[in-house]
Structure formats: C-alpha cells, structure tokens
C-alpha cells in the first residue's frame, strides 16, 4: 500500500537503458527522473567491436578505475517461476551519470573571468520517489557535480529514482541544460580522473601539436600495432585559454566542452602516427587560431557513438580525460 502511494504520488521523466534525457533544470528547481525496474532486469548492451587493444580507456563496467565484480545475479533466460525468485533476491550495478550542457552566465561578466556558477547536485534513492533537498539523508546517496560531471553507482533490485537540483543565485542569469542517463551497462558518460593522457610536443605563437601516449607497446609486426595505425582516430582534443574561466564549470562535461570550449575538434587536424614519444602508435593533434604568448588547457576525450555504447569501450555521452595545460611562443 505505501509503494502503491509512492508510486502514485510521483511525477517525473522516464529513463530507459543508454537512452539519455536532455533536460533544462531552471535556477532552484528539482528535475526527477525514474529508471524502471523493467529496464534494471532486461538483457545488457552487447559489446561493439571497440578498439584494437583497450588504448587509454577505462574496461567497460569499471566504477571509479576500479574493477566492478559480476553482477551478482543468473544469466536471464525464460521468466520461469523460478527465475523471476531468484531475480527478487538479487541486485544489478545501475550506473547513473549526468553532464551538465548549459549554465547560468554573468551578463557583466563579458571577458569570462570570474568564476562559473554554482553545480548541479545529483540524487538518488529506491525508498524515495521524490530525493532531493531536504530528504532524510539516510534514504538517499547525493553527490554535487565536479566541473559539470556527476555519477552515482548502486545496486539496484527495483525501480530507481532520481533528481537533479539546480542552485538558485542571484549572480548569475539563465538556466541549466543538463544531459542525465542511467545504464545497466557501464557509465553512459565518463570522466577519466587518473591522468591527462595527452602530451604537449610543440607550438609556435599560433598553433599547437599534440599527441596521446602511446596506445600500444606491441612491435610493428604485431596486428594489433598495423590495426592502431590504420584505424580511423578515435580521439579528440578540446582547447581552451585559461583567461577565459567560462570553461571550468564543464571541463569534465563531454557536451558542456562542446558548447564552451573554443576550440573543438571539428577545428583540429588529427592523425595515426608512429613518431614523437617512441616509435608506437598514437594519435596527434594539430591546430591553429591560438593567441601568443597564451596558457591553454588542452582536453582529450572521445566521442561516444550511439546509445547503444557502440564502440564496447565508451558510453554514448562520451568521455573526457583530465586537463592538461601547454602554452604558445611570444615570437613567429
């Protein structure tokens, strides 16, 4: 009866599994979303045909670089009676992420150097339909983006509810856009926190070269060597001038990075290569339109291709690695 009420009592969008939900979240308003128990038991995501060695992306289904252990359930065959006991009794890793696209802005704030507005904090529960601000804690696991990323990880037996709150301050001007999505699967979008992996190799006072590390130590008669240098790059690079601080409130967020960053990677020429940094294979990065004399963040991430983690090795949100910095020459 009390389920029943919660059930009835709650208003919100649905989630399915990889599908994410764009969203605007207005200054001091809850967003609140529900991922159905349905989605939770259903089969997972298969792999794609991913990359030819795992590169420098995280294993699929691992929590925060470490590994996750198998969910701790039977592979789901026919809904016998029997399965559908032991289906009660279990639990499923439910992988809940959000990026923040869009934030409030400072309409003073024309050369962007103040800081970014406040985060989003992200909720969940399975005894609440309705977390958020103000909820017994004890009911509820909460987290506050960092940079625009936020995920929570739970085992999950039932339906899943979650909420998104948008700070209200008087500073700044407009709303949130916020991407949210929930996975049986792994991270639909992602954050490498444990390094950069990109290196600075050299600039002049308008462009910039960059490379990843290596991504295999296999030799050139390996296949796995031949099939890095002749895939097509995986990877991109976002760039930005530190002066300009509008970009740290996204520099984790793959579609906030889109949006605000000020040079993409429709704007840089990339390549296999085998040279700089040993002779392996990795990806360079090339690009123009910088400023002299300038300190900018360069950000590696990879495009995530469909919603239905097509590659095997990344959510359809993308991931973005941590911010490396690199800067220009004063002369010609």
Request: glycine letters at 10%.
């Amino acid at each position: 009866e009390i389920l029943r009420k919660r059930q009835q009592a709650w208003v919100g969008l649905g989630l399915a599994n990889n599908v994410p939900r764009l969203d605007n979240a207005p200054q001091g308003t809850v967003r609140y979303y529900r991922f159905a128990n349905e989605s939770i038991w259903k089969e997972k995501t298969p792999a794609g045909r991913g990359l030819p060695s795992p590169g420098l992306v995280r294993a699929r289904g691992a929590e925060d670089d470490v590994w996750v252990p198998p969910d701790n359930i039977p592979e789901r065959g026919e809904d016998t009676e029997s399965g559908l006991t032991r289906r009660a009794n279990a639990t499923r890793m439910v992988y809940i992420t959000l990026n923040t696209c869009l934030q409030p802005n400072d309409p003073t704030d024309i050369l962007g150097s103040k800081p970014p507005p406040p985060q989003l904090t992200l909720y969940v529960s399975q005894n609440n339909t309705t977390p958020g601000p103000g909820q017994p804690a004890k009911d509820q696991k909460a987290v506050q983006a960092q940079h625009g990323f936020a995920n929570i990880t739970i085992e999950a037996s039932r339906d899943v509810y979650i909420a998104v709150a948008a700070p209200n301050t008087t500073d700044f001007r407009g709303i949130y856009n916020v991407e949210v999505a929930a996975s049986i699967d792994g991270r639909y979008h992602d954050f490498v926190s444990t390094s950069a992996d990109l290196f600075f190799i050299d600039s002049d006072s308008r462009s910039a070269l960059l490379a990843t590390r290596n991504l295999t130590l296999d030799g050139p008669e390996s296949p796995i060597y031949k099939k890095w240098m002749e895939i097509s790059p995986p990877y991109i690079v976002f760039a930005h001038n530190q002066n300009d601080s509008r970009i740290s409130g996204v520099s984790h967020s793959y579609c906030g990075l889109e949006k605000y960053a000020s040079i993409t990677g429709a704007q840089i020429d990339t390549a296999m290569t085998n040279v700089t940094l040993g002779s392996f294979p990795k990806q360079q990065f090339y690009f123009e339109g910088l400023n002299a004399s300038s300190q900018y963040y360069g950000i590696l991430a990879m495009t995530g291709n469909s919603t239905a983690r097509g590659d095997g090795v990344v959510g359809g949100g993308g991931a973005v690695w941590q911010t490396m910095n690199f800067s220009t020459q004063s002369g010609e």
